[in-house]
């Protein structure tokens, strides 16, 4: 039998699924269990198909795999969506009484339960608790104690009182009982439980927590999918800390009010989705040649244009490096999971702030919307400092001032960072402009003047790259003939693909890189490699042209451009293929 | 209010560029002017400028200032006034910046009621483009682009304000120099969006909208003309429907609550001296 349980719960847009997988997700993170979450979801408010999906494991899961074990199908549909993944051992719950499943005809090669949903719910209070008896039935067939239901049920309903919170627990039980009771059959689950207590959240709430640890206390934004639970995050959450969040009429509406808040000193960040970044990218550029420190969030969809709006890729790497008109350094910082995109927003707001920056901080839809279970030492702040750069006060601001007392906000410096002064500040008063200007801030367009303010911000880049660790996250056996590079979210997929490869006796070296630029040089590692192989989320290997041309060698490329994340079993069938054609030995 | 500090204190020493004779001269005068009779100081003052001629106003001021992209102030002093409420906020631009590439924003910063202050330079042309027909234009202006007349019916900017919930809407003249800046000193004073349309005419390209013109047209609404700009339905009837080019507050609303008044934004978010507190510790907690 597999260590991990696939379970999921799908049916219409407007089913609940979400809430109640992710019932089902908590109760498993309170029980020990590792828990790696997906969806299936589409931009419709109703009908369709969506799914929650859980991964669970008594050891670490990070990534999705073709298989499921336990679905609780709420419509036909969700059940012809999947059955590609069920198995003989896998188990169907269905409610062969609710309208539409009357002639549902379930697979023979699998075992389904017809449990009486709606009827069930209506007994402990009321039909709309369906998805909770499901949930109940669920944990019999898994061999999950219902009691571990109660917890994330009380989190769920608590605030609309305790007789829901009841009815609720009655309704999980009623189900738990009825597949007991039914189906005299042995289910070939047994979940095991531990004393482990783990967090579970997602990559949006990640960058979210984050960005208020890091000390953000404006954040404007346009709804999009999916970078909107950014913004939902720290709406009521930033106010607590001093901040604001104001939802904007328009992409270029929010992120000139972030740049308006980080000029009046705030840490200040944007965030959106691939056509907010188009929508910035005029702005960009106006917060890079202002030198202002400003982090902008892209969670990556599926374009070009509106694309597929709910679907995973990694598309944007070319946009967030190269666009925007002239030419533009900028960080962009991809954290590889979902505690590192904790981790990563903090050092985002530090690396502007120290070089004065615009900031982009990337994931993709697919750690956006994954909730993944994590010790909760990943969040830990106790040791946190932040890092402003260099900001100068009344009392030192003369030091920076040119003979006329005037402060001269893009001194040329050694290292390219200049003084910054925030308004209020006596002696410090200067104008910011998008124009070509001198150390003053006043539009030039003498030659001479020019080189010099470009050669000082184009230096800025060059010290953090020697001063920063811009080091990838290295796995696997260092000495293998095979590298695999990636980017972003890919992580977990890969680290679990390498598991099936081990087996087959393959080894693999894994450089999962977090940065994309600053960049680590990766020529070394490329140059002892057998064969060097780019895993990303897009069709043109955009990563992949990066590393052939830091390392001038030529790379092998396994690309997804499917709209669904990579899974780990796939992945390994298809990197296991180009080392045998390339005759790699392990 | 007594004056702290010259308003030549708010004066660059860069040399403006704009044409001999050009209505933004006055206009920027007497935003100092309004600005060193409210007590304000450079150094706590902000302004913001959009693109066009009118965008190098934050150039030719004194004061912590952004000169942007097009057609987008209002968006950038909307984040400094929040993230710090004791800054003064200024923002200036042209009829093409505000009511054509930023016309969302300006309706949005009318509803939003951020209290700053938005002083349009009016004169009815691109004039840094070298003239061509504006939001502002008059349908039969020929200019490079509409050799016979745009055709389109002009943007009124106080109805669009006013439609938009705007809460203080005023209009002056460049060149009426004590007018224009005692409605400004209004604007700055009031609590929420001010918005002061200046005709500021173009001398190069516009020889419509001349200062002669406005001279001949424009009608007061001060003091002694007994117009009461709190009452909405005078407000509604001169604004829409009255046939003068008007001078003076048209609209204030006085029960107006700003923006940051609403929300309870009162500290200055530059301030992380202290940061972080423990509270930042338990954030997780929530995601047992």
């Known amino acids: ?336 999971t979902v505690a590192e995109a904790f981790e990563k927003t903090i050092l985002a707001f530090d690396m502007a702030e120290k070089y004065q920056t615009p900031v982009y901080l990337t994931i993709d839809l697919a750690m956006s919307v994954t909730e993944q279970t994590f010790t909760p030492e990943a969040f830990d702040v106790s040791d946190l400092e932040i890092d402003r750069g260099p900001i100068v006060d009344e009392a030192d601001v003369q030091e920076f001032q040119d003979e006329e007392g005037r402060f001269r906000p893009h001194m040329v410096t050694e290292d390219g960072v200049s003084p910054r002064t925030l308004p209020g500040t006596d002696g410090g008063v200067h104008m910011s402009t998008g124009l070509e200007h001198d150390e003053l801030g006043r539009r030039t367009e003498d030659p001479e003047i020019r080189v010099e303010q470009v050669d000082k911000r184009e230096r800025k880049f060059e010290t953090a790259r020697e001063r920063e660790d811009w080091s990838p996250r290295e796995f696997g056996d260092e000495d293998a003939d095979t590298l695999v590079v990636s980017w972003g979210s890919n992580e977990g997929a890969i680290l679990e693909a390498m598991a099936y490869l081990e087996d087959e006796g393959i080894d693999i070296r894994f450089l999962s890189v977090p940065y994309v630029y600053p960049r680590p040089d990766l020529t070394d590692a490329v140059e002892s490699a057998e064969t060097t192989i780019v895993v990303e989320a897009n069709a043109t290997g955009q990563f992949a042209d990066l590393v052939e041309h830091d390392t001038l060698s030529r790379v092998q490329r396994v690309n997804n451009y499917t709209g669904v994340q990579f899974k780990a079993d796939a992945l390994a069938a298809e990197i296991q293929e180009i080392v045998a054609a390339e005759g790699v030995r392990a | 209010m007594s004056t702290e500090v010259s308003f030549t204190e708010f004066k660059s020493d860069e040399d403006p560029t704009w ?181 500021s005419p173009c001398v190069t390209f516009n020889d419509v909208d001349t200062y002669d013109y406005f001279k001949e047209h424009l009608v007061d609404l001060g003091e002694d003309s007994g117009y009461d700009p709190t009452d909405y339905d005078d407000a509604v009837e001169h604004i829409l429907e009255g046939d003068a080019e008007y001078q003076g507050v048209l609209y204030r609303d006085p029960e107006a609550r700003s923006y940051s008044e609403e929300h309870g934004l009162t500290t200055d978010m530059s301030d992380l001296d202290e940061w972080p507190p423990d509270e930042v510790g338990d954030l997780v907690q929530e995601f047992y």
Request: charge should be negative; aromatic fraction near 8%; include cysteine.
């Open chain 1, 1 to 336: 039998m597999h260590e991990d349980l696939n379970w999921a719960i799908g049916g219409a847009a407007g089913d609940g699924i979400d809430s109640t997988g992710k019932i089902f997700a908590q109760a498993l993170a309170r029980a020990g269990r590792h828990v790696f979450t997906s969806k299936d979801f589409a931009s419709r408010i109703r009908g369709g198909y969506t799914a929650y999906k859980v991964r669970t494991s008594v050891a670490p899961v990070q990534s999705v795999v073709d298989r499921l074990d336990v679905l609780i199908a709420l419509t036909e549909r969700t059940v012809s969506e999947n059955r590609s993944e069920l198995h003989e051992d896998s188990v169907v719950i269905y409610d062969g009484e609710r309208p539409g499943m009357a002639n549902f005809e379930p697979p023979a090669h699998l075992t389904a339960l017809s449990v009486p949903l709606t009827d069930l719910a209506e007994e402990a209070g009321g039909a709309i608790m369906r998805n909770v008896v499901a949930l109940g039935a669920v944990t019999t067939v898994v061999g999950f104690p219902v009691e571990y239901l109660d917890e994330a049920l009380e989190k769920r309903f608590g605030e609309k009182g305790d007789q829901i919170v009841t009815n609720n627990k009655e309704a999980a039980r009623l189900g738990a009982e009825y597949v007991a009771e039914e189906f005299d059959h042995e289910f070939p689950y047994d979940l095991e439980t531990t004393d482990e207590d783990y967090v579970l959240l997602n990559g949006d709430e990640a960058i979210g927590m984050g960005a208020i640890a890091a000390g953000c206390k404006f954040y404007a934004g346009y709804p999009i999918t999916p970078a909107t639970n950014i913004m939902e995050y720290l709406a009521g959450r930033i106010e607590e800390f001093g901040g604001h969040v104001l939802q904007a009429e328009d992409e270029l509406a929010a992120i000139n009010m972030a740049l308006g808040a980080a000029r009046a000193g705030a840490r200040a960040m944007t965030g959106t989705s691939g056509p907010g970044i188009d929508l910035m990218a005029e702005t960009f550029g106006l917060v890079a040649q202002s030198e202002t420190p400003l982090v902008i969030a892209n969670v990556m969809r599926s374009g070009p244009s509106t694309g597929m709006p709910t679907k995973q890729e990694q598309g944007d790497l070319n946009m967030m490096l190269f666009g925007g008109h002239g030419e533009i350094r900028r960080f962009v910082i991809a954290p590889t």
């Open chain 2, 19 to 199: 044409c001999p004779g050009c209505g933004d001269f006055g206009t920027m005068n007497g935003i100092m002017r309004a600005l060193a009779n409210t007590g304000n100081q450079p150094k706590d003052t902000f302004v913001v400028a959009g693109i066009g001629c009118s965008g190098k106003i934050g150039t030719y001021m004194r004061a912590y200032a952004l000169h942007g992209v097009h057609g987008r102030a209002l968006p950038v002093g909307t984040g400094v006034k929040l993230a710090n409420p004791d800054l003064e906020v200024v923002v200036a631009g042209g009829d093409g910046d505000g009511y054509s590439i930023g016309g969302n924003h300006f309706i949005h910063a009318a509803r939003r009621n951020v209290d700053l202050t938005y002083v349009v330079m009016d004169n009815r042309i691109y004039g840094l483009t070298k003239g061509q027909a504006s939001p502002t234009s008059n349908p039969q202006f020929e200019s490079s682009t509409t050799p016979e007349g745009s055709k389109q019916a002009p943007v009124n900017p106080l109805a669009l304000a006013l439609a938009a919930g705007g809460s203080f809407i005023a209009q002056s003249f460049s060149s009426d120099a004590r007018r224009h800046t005692e409605i400004l000193e209004a604007a700055i004073e009031h609590d929420g969006f001010a918005l002061v349309n200046t005709f």
